[in-house]
């Protein structure tokens, strides 16, 4: 499988309007020189193998939320 996720929705490349959203695609379904193509745009995302499960949408890795600060004791806490 590859997945193809376009850096603008609906953006069209070797005869297809690829999604911000991504999609995966059969081996198959492009040619090699599409591959190329695809492989070389920079409006492109493209990953050979099982749909990226720790990216965005635009491809930029995920990270988790700081956990807050606890307050420090102070005298007046004691």
Same mark, same amino acid.
Not at 16 to 30: L, N, P, Q, R, W
Not at 45 to 72: F, N, S, W
């Given at each position: 499988?590859?997945?193809? @996720?376009?850096? *603008?929705?609906?953006?069209?490349?070797?005869?297809?309007?690829?999604?911000?959203?991504?999609?995966?695609?059969?081996?198959?379904?492009?040619?090699?020189? @599409?591959? &190329?193509?695809?492989?070389?745009?920079?409006?492109?995302?493209?990953?050979?193998?099982?749909?990226?499960?720790? &990216?965005?949408?635009?491809?930029?890795?995920? @990270? &988790?939320?700081?956990?807050?600060?606890?307050?420090?004791?102070?005298? *007046?806490?004691?």
């Amino acid at each position: 499988m590859i997945f193809i @996720q376009s850096k *603008k929705d609906g953006f069209r490349r070797c005869g297809v309007a690829h999604s911000a959203s991504g999609k995966e695609f059969d081996d198959d379904f492009f040619t090699k020189e @599409q591959l &190329e193509e695809l492989a070389a745009d920079p409006d492109i995302i493209m990953v050979a193998g099982d749909t990226p499960e720790t &990216e965005t949408d635009l491809g930029e890795k995920t @990270q &988790e939320a700081p956990k807050p600060k606890k307050p420090k004791k102070t005298k *007046k806490d004691n």
